[in-house]
């Protein structure tokens, strides 16, 4: 399995356990590195990653 199809993978089980477990999920939104970090995701260090519920109402800006 290549690197990208893992990465993939692995994005799929995240928004699953995210779905059916709601503590992960409440952990997830409200502190996304350390929800990350227990699954085994390191994120690298000056990187921020969050965590949002999409609505289509929503407007996102990226700076």
Sequence with gaps: ???KNAKANKMRELITKAWNDEAFKAKLLSDTHAAL???GID???????KAIVY?????FTIG
């Design 1 to 3: 399995m290549s690197e």
């Design 37 to 39: 970090k227990e699954q």
């Design 43 to 49: 994120v690298p260090a000056g990187v921020t990653i």
């Design 55 to 59: 609505c289509y109402n929503n407007i």
